[in-house]
């Protein structure tokens, strides 16, 4: 069974930076894809970035060229770098594997404001 435990969220001023982290464990941690995605209040959960065993990470528009997706296959954890953040990156943020039908961490709160 794949249990994902997501960290790192807080308040964070506008421009500033965060590293969120998601621990993984009960897989073959290696061949899975991961993904992060978030939710904001009164919005639906979207998809913002995935990185594969292997080959380029993707990203959403809304988030390109300020999030990295990053993995450390020893560690079993995945992380997501968060730079010049802002108020509408405000939501909490899931891991996932397996898509929207396989399993999510309970998510970790970022909110980004002055």
């Known amino acids: 069974q794949v249990q994902l435990l997501e960290s790192g969220g807080g308040l964070v001023q506008p421009g500033g930076s965060l590293r969120l982290s998601c621990a993984v464990s009960?897989?073959?941690?290696?061949?899975?894809?991961t993904s992060w995605y978030r939710q904001g209040p009164g919005k639906q959960r979207e998809w913002i970035a995935s990185i594969r065993f292997a080959g380029s990470p993707n990203y959403a528009d809304s988030v390109r060229g300020r999030y990295t997706i990053s993995r450390d296959n020893a560690k079993k954890t995945v992380y997501l770098q968060m730079n010049s953040l802002k108020p509408e990156d405000t939501a909490v943020y899931y891991c996932?594997?397996?898509?929207?039908?396989?399993?999510w961490g309970q998510g970790t709160q970022v909110t980004v404001s002055s």
């Open positions: 009960g897989i073959i941690f290696n061949l899975q894809t």
């Open positions: 996932n594997q397996g898509g929207l039908s396989g399993a």
